[in-house]
């Protein structure tokens, strides 16, 4: 234990510290600067940048223990790995949105981290892959899961939104009061969270072959090395508890990060849609961003979709339905509905992700049409 201790401190060290922590500094310096208590959108919106940018060197460690653990589980298991580290920042914002009743910024935003990694950075990943290689080849059976998964995420969401409106619910996103509406997002996010669950046991289950992208070959007793092997478990533990000490230092910057979010809601003319959909996200998903760009760098695809793909999947099949579930204790009724804006811009990001990845190859210039709708949606959230 204490050599794997050791090893994670190692690892920490040669990881953060670099140039990269200096972005720690417009953090300090917007908190002791700018006071909590402040109302003026400027200085609300330094002090919410200062903290967001606070996150890029976090981020970045993420991606270099990601990194090394790809090099002992493979990019698909580690992209999965990165995948639940990564959302941990949009899970803690979005807690405590909900136990303030921001019902509405909670769902948008959630929809607003899915967008941005769909079309900004797996567009930003492709582009920088492209200019490896004219074509990139992916690997066809997880990448087809992926897509098909975000597709019918989609449509689980689309589901209880097109109902809401039928029966004329007023309160869309969520309200205080144990409501029928209420019931029937409890239900329908447990049904998604049992079927979210159901995809690892096919991933790394039954058809585990099929998406490690390698046979599963029995060990050979004559060439075992038992040595060999400790060795390999004692980097992944150091690995994981690396990343567990990083993403709670994300968690800690989090939460000044969410107090200044809702003074900013609730002072400034700047709209939900805006600050959920584009201003959050962009930082909510600076660690899945930092991988696939580092990933798509080094010539490593597979890894860059499933930090991108699968976080935006994983948003809406386990985060939201997990916030139904974490409300219901706290008196804070979440809907699995979403406002017909953010749902149709979430519904045009993951029908051009299925579009430009069916085919199982890519090219710098479906990277650029991905950045460029993201573009058209962050213009008409903050002109219109």
């Not at 096919?202 to 099929?210: A, C, E, I, N, P």
């Not at 406002?339 to 199982?360: D, F, K, Q, R, S």
């Given at each position: 234990m204490d050599r794997t201790l050791r090893d994670c401190l190692n690892l920490l060290k040669s990881d953060y510290v670099s140039g990269w922590s200096l972005l720690l500094l417009p953090a300090l310096l917007s908190l002791a600067v700018v006071p909590s208590s402040t109302t003026t959108t400027m200085a609300l919106l330094l002090r919410f940048l200062g903290l967001g940018v606070a996150l890029i060197p976090l981020a970045r460690v993420i991606s270099r223990l990601v990194d090394h653990l790809s090099d002992h589980l493979g990019d698909r298991y580690s992209g999965v790995v990165s995948v639940g580290l990564g959302n941990l920042v949009e899970l803690v914002v979005s807690i405590m949105a909900l136990t303030s009743g921001l019902y509405k910024l909670v769902v948008i935003s959630v929809a607003g981290a899915v967008i941005t990694n769909c079309l900004l950075m797996l567009g930003i990943s492709t582009v920088l892959a492209g200019q490896r290689e004219q074509l990139v080849t992916i690997q066809a059976s997880s990448t087809e899961l992926q897509a098909r998964q975000l597709m019918l995420s989609l449509l689980l969401l689309a589901i209880p939104t097109i109902i809401s409106l039928g029966t004329g619910t007023t309160l869309l996103e969520g309200n205080d009061q144990r409501d029928s509406f209420a019931l029937y997002?409890?239900?329908?996010?447990?049904?998604?969270?049992?079927?979210?669950?159901?995809?690892?046991?096919?991933?790394?289950?039954?058809?585990?072959?099929?998406?490690?992208?390698?046979?599963?070959?029995?060990?050979?007793?004559?060439?075992?090395?038992?040595?060999?092997?400790?060795?390999?478990?004692?980097?992944?533990?150091?690995?994981?508890?690396?990343?567990?000490?990083?993403?709670?230092?994300?968690?800690?910057?989090?939460?000044?990060?969410?107090?200044?979010?809702?003074?900013?809601?609730?002072?400034?003319?700047?709209?939900?849609?805006?600050?959920?959909?584009?201003?959050?996200?962009?930082?909510?998903?600076?660690?899945?961003?930092?991988?696939?760009?580092?990933?798509?760098?080094?010539?490593?695809?597979?890894?860059?979709?499933?930090?991108?793909?699968?976080?935006?999947?994983?948003?809406?099949?386990?985060?939201?339905?997990?916030?139904?579930?974490?409300?219901?204790?706290?008196?804070?009724?979440?809907?699995?509905?979403?406002?017909?804006?953010?749902?149709?811009?979430?519904?045009?990001?993951?029908?051009?992700?299925?579009?430009?990845?069916?085919?199982?190859?890519?090219?710098w210039y479906e990277g650029m049409q991905l950045i460029t709708l993201y573009g058209v949606i962050l213009l008409g959230c903050l002109l219109l």
């Open positions: 997002s409890l239900a329908v996010a447990v049904m998604i969270l049992i079927y979210y669950v159901l995809s690892f046991v096919l991933q790394l289950g039954t058809h585990r072959s099929f998406f490690s992208g390698n046979p599963i070959k029995p060990a050979d007793p004559s060439t075992s090395r038992p040595s060999t092997e400790t060795e390999h478990e004692h980097e992944i533990a150091a690995i994981l508890i690396a990343m567990g000490v990083v993403s709670l230092a994300v968690v800690a910057i989090s939460e000044p990060l969410v107090q200044t979010l809702e003074v900013l809601v609730a002072h400034t003319h700047l709209s939900e849609l805006f600050i959920g959909l584009i201003l959050l996200p962009l930082f909510g998903s600076t660690a899945e961003g930092v991988i696939a760009v580092g990933a798509a760098r080094r010539g490593r695809m597979d890894l860059a979709i499933t930090s991108t793909m699968e976080s935006s999947g994983q948003l809406m099949l386990f985060v939201l339905p997990v916030l139904v579930l974490i409300g219901w204790p706290l008196g804070r009724f979440l809907h699995l509905s979403v406002p017909l804006n953010a749902l149709g811009c979430t519904g045009i990001a993951v029908l051009a992700v299925h579009w430009i990845t069916e085919n199982n190859q890519l090219d």
